[in-house]
């Protein structure tokens, strides 16, 4: 999971990386940070390449920052509701590049380093990177390799902030900790942006981490989800028409490929994990409730292939969800295979006659693609 900046800076701040003074905004009545401008205005989302689609302003005067900062709020970027704009002195010298990543491969760290930092590093083709063992003194060596040609102004700076991005990665059991750009000069380096990606595997073990996400339940939503219900529901598209109820993580991603190469618009990925229900439909409302709250829902298609699970138990748990869920106007289609699916297949018929339950996807497709282009129920 991605942090926003504005909290990923705040991680950096705590294990000794330079940041910018800056201020979070959640209103055009909030001031700039102390100091002479010019303050850059960045949107709080959790998601990449926010300047390229106008998330971020450079403002030479506080009337600017008024200005771009009610001009963000408010907006969608990328998908995502823009309720917060971080507001910091714009940064000065060089841009680098600079991150350091677990590699799953090696059970070790990636450091990367590129003199070429910004928007475009991707294509830039300049990046260097090392492999190197788990702990930051070996980053820091990886790293001095890499700063070889870079002037001695700097290199001892960008090295200890590389031995603490390092450190940082390790102690908060990050997944990617990166700087792009890493500003450089002779009067001193700063992290012009913040890009750490969070483990929700290891958030039960760090504090810090939790309670930003706590902190923030409309920017980390999914993330939320995640850690007070103990499964996975994340929002892909805010207007999307076909709400998944699904169960296993491949089997869900393999139906959302199967979905968009229809030309469908699924609005969620979900595993919902069926084996942790215990008797209640209270998981099924709550995945129910959220892909409701879409005015732009057609249809909800549960795609549910059981090994342990038994399906008739299941069916009967999503009959009553169904039943008590209100606001679910539109038709329900269901996938069942597995253990007693007749007899799965027999309870919902008999609670819900018009939904068609199947074993067969493609059949299952085909009258999802029906309700959403207005052909049937």
Request: net charge negative; charged share 25%.
């Amino acid at each position: 999971m991605l942090l926003i900046e504005a909290d990923g800076k705040a991680l950096f701040a705590e294990h000794g990386i330079p940041v910018p003074a800056g201020v979070i905004v959640t209103d055009t009545t909030g001031s700039p940070p102390e100091g002479a401008g010019p303050w850059m205005v960045k949107a709080q989302v959790p998601v990449g390449g926010r300047g390229k689609v106008g998330g971020i302003a450079r403002c030479a005067t506080a009337a600017d920052v008024a200005r771009e900062t009610g001009r963000i709020l408010g907006s969608r970027l990328k998908g995502h509701q823009v309720d917060a704009c971080l507001v910091e002195q714009a940064a000065t010298g060089e841009e680098r590049y600079l991150s350091v990543m677990v590699d799953a491969a090696s059970y070790g760290l990636r450091v990367i380093w590129s003199a070429q930092g910004g928007v475009d590093i991707e294509q830039s083709g300049a990046a260097l990177g090392r492999l190197c063992p788990p702990h930051p003194g070996a980053v820091s060596e990886a790293l001095a390799d890499l700063l070889a040609d870079e002037p001695d102004a700097w290199r001892a700076e960008v090295a200890t902030i590389g031995h603490h991005l390092a450190e940082m990665l390790i102690d908060r059991e990050l997944a990617l900790a990166e700087i792009n750009p890493l500003f450089v000069s002779a009067a001193g380096c700063v992290a012009g942006d913040a890009k750490v990606v969070v483990d929700l595997n290891a958030v039960q073990r760090q504090p810090r981490i939790a309670a930003m996400i706590g902190a923030r339940p409309a920017i980390y939503a999914d993330a939320n989800r995640k850690l007070e219900e103990g499964f996975d529901y994340v929002e892909l598209d805010p207007d999307g028409e076909i709400g998944l109820v699904t169960t296993g993580a491949g089997l869900s991603m393999m139906l959302i490929d199967e979905l968009t190469a229809r030309g469908a618009k699924p609005l969620n990925f979900c595993d919902i994990r069926t084996g942790q229900m215990r008797g209640s439909p209270a998981r099924l409302m709550r995945v129910l409730e959220w892909i409701t709250a879409r005015g732009s829902l057609k249809a909800v298609l549960v795609n549910i292939f059981a090994g342990i699970t038994d399906l008739s138990e299941f069916a009967n748990l999503l009959a009553t969800a169904i039943e008590n869920t209100p606001a679910l106007q539109v038709p329900v289609v269901a996938r069942l295979v597995g253990r007693n699916a007749d007899e799965a297949k027999r309870i919902l018929h008999e609670r819900h006659p018009a939904m068609l339950v199947t074993e067969d996807l493609d059949e299952a497709m085909r009258r999802i693609d029906a309700i959403v282009a207005g052909r049937g129920a």
